[in-house]
């Protein structure tokens, strides 16, 4: 499955402490510095509320090569909507006695700490095939579907924080195809060398594999 990611900001309500649910502008229409444009009129978003998955840096795949799935990475219980022309993703962190990681990742958001949130979804295809068109230097996708947000630490794309503060974005290339063979290598990498002294060298195997843009 392609995965594309991109990164926003978000926003407090006025009750937030006590419900410890926060409301964040996920996406929105403004084209972002990878010159591409989501379409706020065609988000998918049924499979994403029946099952809404919020984690932490993107860690609720379980296909990591670094990492072994946590499932305190998943924060809470959430929503998504449209809103106008941004995208709205809402989430009730889990308790302490339930998740502290989630709760740590809570009061650093009340406290300004981490700002950022981070889409990730699949380009929905038109008719023709095609997950959108260029126009002069701009890709518009016809249309996303929703698979998870994110808390991240790092954003990318200015127009989407708080509901009020900036939307930044990162993607991973959606024609990127990453062989099995390749998949293999990498497998390889991990049993036959020191993990601990060759995440690097994995890690960076990984980026020109999938292409990852900053």
Excluded at 177 to 195: G, M, Q
Aim: no cysteine; glycine share 6%.
């Amino acid at each position: 499955m392609e995965k594309q990611i991109r990164k926003a900001n978000l926003r407090v309500t006025e009750n937030s402490e006590e419900n410890r649910t926060v409301q964040f502008v996920i996406s929105t229409a403004d084209k972002d510095r990878h010159g591409t444009v989501l379409n706020m009129k065609n988000w998918k978003l049924d499979n994403f509320n029946a099952n809404p998955i919020v984690g932490y840096q993107h860690n609720v795949y379980g296909d990591s090569f670094l990492t072994s799935p946590d499932p305190d990475d998943i924060l809470g219980v959430a929503r998504a909507w449209v809103d106008g022309e941004e995208l709205i993703g809402e989430v009730t962190f889990e308790t302490a006695d339930i998740n502290p990681k989630a709760d740590k990742i809570f009061k650093k958001v009340m406290n300004g700490t981490l700002k950022a949130t981070s889409v990730g979804f699949v380009p929905i295809r038109n008719d023709k095939g095609t997950t959108g068109e260029k126009r002069g230097d701009t890709f518009y996708y016809h249309g996303q579907e929703l698979l998870e947000f994110s808390i991240v630490n790092i954003p990318s794309n200015p127009k989407a924080l708080k509901r009020g503060m900036e939307f930044t974005s990162m993607f991973i290339d959606e024609e990127v195809e990453i062989e099995k063979k390749e998949i293999n290598e990498i497998v390889t990498d991990l049993t036959n060398e020191n993990k601990s002294n060759n995440n690097l060298n994995i890690y960076e195997k990984l980026l020109t594999l999938k292409k990852l843009k900053h």
